[in-house]
């Protein structure tokens, strides 16, 4: 077996007797989300518009909010029922309002 493969081969083993995950962290582990007194703390304070105020940049009904930590923003992480019962998670600027994911 060559050395790098050794290496690998027991960085694996490891992680699997420790349970680390070999992968890095999915989606939602990527973002860290606010508690219910941060998103209130966050609106009041500027750093994010009111939930109400994302109708402009969702279109459908928002079935599930969250606002949350990513790439050093704060960002709203809306999952919308859209026409014909199409399912989209968007990710919003929570400050500007601008969509910056699908």
């Known amino acids: 077996m060559r050395p790098g493969y050794a290496l ?8 699997t007797l420790v349970g680390v995950p ?19 703390q966050a609106v ?6 009111r939930p109400g105020q994302l109708r402009r940049a969702v279109q459908g009904e928002m079935i599930d ?8 923003r704060l960002v709203y992480v809306a999952t ?3 026409a ?4 989209r998670r ?5 400050f500007s309002g601008a969509l910056v994911g699908r």
């Open 8 to 15: 690998l081969a027991i960085l694996l083993a490891l992680t």
């Open 22 to 40: 070999v992968a890095g962290p999915g989606p939602a582990a990527a973002a860290e989300c606010l508690s219910g007194a941060e998103r209130r």
């Open 44 to 49: 009041q304070s500027g750093q994010a518009m």
């Open 65 to 72: 909010l969250k606002l949350c930590w990513r790439g050093g």
């Open 80 to 82: 919308v029922l859209g």
């Open 84 to 87: 014909g019962g199409a399912v």
């Open 90 to 94: 968007l990710t919003v600027d929570a």
